[in-house]
């Protein structure tokens, strides 16, 4: 039983994050597409619980592949993904700041000519990696304060009111 809900997870992470020609390497939501080439993060250990935080940077290494590009897909495979070009790699070694929270998927590219002679990115490696809100204003605190603040001051005029009554 435990076998067959491990395959039906794993089938189940595999349609909803993966790409045609990329399979999961490991539970991290990592995607690793079948090259020997891999993308580090400098600063991103989920296991020990540092995640990536939107706005704070990063340097991103790409190891074994010969790749001269980086761009970030954040929400992939959404209809509602976007498209962050992070820049041209220099010895393997960008800086990168995160400009949205979420899921995002680095590849790590080269530019090749199509059939026609047009440009397209060659995605050498692939990452799925969790960028996190950075510590910002607590806007949900301040709400709840304001309603709660709201909340009993209508109570305590209705029951002044009341009791004047």
Known sequence: MKTLLTALLSLLASLCLASPGQAISDPGLSLQKQSKG???IEGYMPAEDLFLEKGAKFTVL???VAAT?????FRPTSQVEHLQEVGTLQDGKLEWTPNRAGL??????VMEKDEKGEPVPKVLVSR???VRR?????IG???MIIAGA????GAFSSIRALLQA
Not at 69 to 73: E, G, P, V
Not at 134 to 138: A, C, L, Q, R
Not at 150 to 153: V, Y
């Open 128 to 130: 799925v990696v969790s």
């Open 104 to 109: 995002a998927r680095l590849d790590a590219y």
């Open 141 to 143: 605190l301040t709400i």
């Open 150 to 153: 709201i909340l009993f001051f």
């Open 134 to 138: 950075g510590p910002g204003f607590p």
């Open 38 to 40: 891999v993308i580090e």
């Open 69 to 73: 590009h980086l761009r970030a897909i």
């Open 62 to 64: 790409v190891k074994g």
